[in-house]
């Protein structure tokens, strides 16, 4: 493509001599035209101007294709990838702009004016809705980072320049102890006057997603879970389990198990996928107690199980005391050895916020919250 020049002509001087220039035509939209100054192109034969003041245009056509001048500067804007990223996870432009309470007509607008920038297609486009294309994986993968590091950027900041408005993320656990995120929420409002913590709940794993994705500032898990090496870990509460099971079990009788009589029951447990190394701590812990594990085929969640049980008198569970609200089952605890699982928070350790520096000082030094 030929280097385009602007030929500067002060209104004080005369004209230029520009004899051998030749003017270039190339399909597609107009130039856009600068006051003052008109493209033009070098004729292979070279310019013979003297009297011109010739220098490189500070502005570009129009239809001018990025990648044919790499001096040229991307002009993506963090809202045009911000759209970028709903549509490509929506794969629908009309869902996506609801999501960003845009018009359909404008997110297409921006999304072709990235496409004019990179130079190819990002998307392709059908009637169901749309695909990525090659380039379009590329970018959805790079601009999710910016996209996520502007969002923290700006929510750090916050937290230092308004405090007063500064929320905390705390990922909880399904089936926490519904004491555990007060007593989490008061060692923080008892630093930091005036913070709203919002909650978000999910099994140990997804809650270190959460964390890996900066979804949460600080998550609360059951060990044993693996965990990436940049995060940090301290335990901060511990429970007790036991038995749960229907009321007409015959284990119901005792006011306690021996694990030793567990052995003669289905136990039934949630899915190992939820939390394997957490499921594997608590058969592990059972068997080292003297219990012969009859493990059911059938899998389900906390919530699930203990529905179940009141339908299934020979069967039982694992839980703690707190089941024993439920209507039509029992809670023992085992003999003589109890049964403990662990509570811990986790947290990116290279975070600069300052509200998950306030909560990381107050756990330090192995405190331990409880009930009371």
């Not at 310019?47 to 490189?56: E, H, K, N, P, Q």
């Not at 869902?95 to 921006?110: G, H």
């Not at 190992?272 to 389900?300: F, I, K, N, Y």
């Not at 009141?310 to 809670?331: D, F, Y």
């Amino acid at each position: 493509m030929p280097q385009y020049l602007a030929v500067d002509r002060p209104r004080h001087r005369a004209a230029p001599d520009l004899s051998g220039l030749r003017a270039l035509a190339i399909p597609g939209p107009p130039y856009r035209r600068t006051l003052g100054y008109c493209h033009l192109a070098l004729p292979e034969s070279g310019l013979g101007v003297d009297r011109a003041r010739i220098r490189s245009c500070s502005r570009t056509p129009a239809g001018y294709r990025p990648g044919s001048h790499d001096a040229y500067p991307s002009r993506v804007e963090l809202r045009q990838l911000r759209y970028f990223v709903a549509v490509a996870e929506e794969l629908h432009f009309r869902r996506a702009a609801e999501r960003l309470f845009i018009s359909t007509p404008t997110l297409s607008q921006q999304i072709r004016a990235i496409e004019r920038e990179v130079g190819g297609p990002l998307l392709i486009r059908g009637n169901h809705g749309v695909e990525l294309t090659a380039a379009g994986e590329v970018l959805l993968k790079t601009a999710r980072n910016v996209v996520e590091a502007a969002e923290t950027a700006l929510r750090e900041t916050r937290a230092v320049a308004q405090p007063g408005n500064a929320v905390f993320r705390l990922g909880i656990v399904n089936g926490a102890p519904a004491w555990l995120p007060g007593r989490i929420e008061a060692l923080l409002k008892a630093r930091r006057p005036g913070v709203r913590v919002a909650l978000a709940t999910g099994s140990s794993g997804e809650q270190a997603r959460l964390l890996d994705r900066e979804e949460v500032d600080l998550a609360v898990l059951r060990l044993p879970v693996r965990l990436a090496e940049h995060l940090t870990c301290t335990p901060i509460a511990d429970e007790e389990l036991g038995i749960v099971m229907s009321r007409e079990n015959p284990l119901a009788a005792a006011v306690s198990v021996e694990p030793q009589r567990i052995g003669d029951h289905e136990l039934i447990m949630f899915a190992r996928d939820a939390a394997p190394e957490v499921h594997d701590s608590v058969l592990s812990q059972l068997r080292e107690r003297g219990a012969t594990v009859v493990l059911s085929d059938s899998a389900m969640s906390h919530a699930q199980m203990l529905q179940l049980l009141p339908l299934r008198p020979e069967a039982i569970g694992v839980g703690s005391a707190r089941t024993a609200s439920v209507s039509g089952l029992v809670w023992r605890p085992l003999d003589p050895r109890p049964l403990v699982i662990t509570y811990a928070a986790a947290w990116r350790s290279a975070t600069r916020n300052p509200l998950l520096h306030t909560m990381a000082d107050a756990l330090a030094g192995g405190l331990r919250l409880t009930s009371s």
